[in-house]
């Protein structure tokens, strides 16, 4: 057990440029979890795979952000024609609650910049 | 509406002194309780959980938190801090209706401890 990663730690990119973020969850989780984090606050939900099904997403999750789980595997996390309103980290998190495990387990999170 | 308030954005504490960070929340259904620490340019670290059963839960690094239903609340203590306990924490909430099983969090408490 690896732990959750995520990729790339940090993102620097200019307005009006697309981005993707990848997380790798803990292997035997079936759900993976996508926050957002702000400065100085806590962190807010985004969206939530179980297995390679999207079942949720918050009303956070505008128009420009996609995210998919092939396989239920890996996720990424896409912003398109991202906004300076958009600098955050965004931190992925996996879980198995259907066997009890309701404790969500972080990765380090993708700091993004928007200049 | 369901919510989480931490009532405390900072505690500084002295060395060996004990502490304690508050957290209330509100909600009409069932919960699931926990407490993650942060360190700077990290993701999140699960001190604590409860679920069910005693109220009084013991997690990492010496820590302990008491949830108490009447006056929900889930406070975090512990007897005698240390430099390296300066972090960032965040008490979250799984509020038990529908299946995203997503947490909430509060707006976090820095706990700073002094030499």
């Known amino acids: ?115 | 509406a369901q919510s989480v308030t931490q009532l405390d954005s900072q505690v500084p504490v002295f060395e060996e002194a004990p502490v304690e960070l508050r957290c209330n929340y509100s909600s009409s259904v069932s919960v699931y309780l926990f407490w993650y620490v942060q360190y700077p340019n990290q993701g999140l670290q699960l001190l604590l959980k409860y679920l069910s059963g005693s109220t009084l839960v013991k997690g990492i690094n010496g820590f302990e938190a008491e949830f108490n239903k009447s006056q929900t609340s889930f406070h975090l203590r512990k007897p005698s801090v240390h430099i390296s306990d300066t972090a960032e924490y965040f008490c979250a909430v799984i509020f038990v209706s529908g299946s995203a099983r997503q947490l909430t969090f509060g707006s976090g408490t820095q706990l700073t401890v002094l030499p």
């Open chain 1, 1 to 115: 057990d690896t732990g959750v990663s995520q990729n790339p730690r940090h993102k620097i990119t200019k307005r009006g440029q697309n981005v993707t973020f990848r997380c790798d969850p803990i292997s035997e989780h079936n759900r993976l979890y996508w926050y957002r984090q702000t400065l100085g606050q806590g962190p807010e939900f985004l969206t939530y795979f179980q297995n390679e099904a999207q079942l949720e997403k918050s009303r956070l999750l505008s128009d420009r952000f996609s995210a998919e789980r092939p396989k239920g595997s890996f996720s990424t996390l896409e912003i398109q024609r991202t906004e300076q309103g958009d600098s955050a980290m965004y931190l992925c998190a996996s879980s198995f609650p259907e066997l009890g495990v309701y404790e969500q387990y972080f990765g380090p999170g993708t700091r993004l910049t928007v200049t």
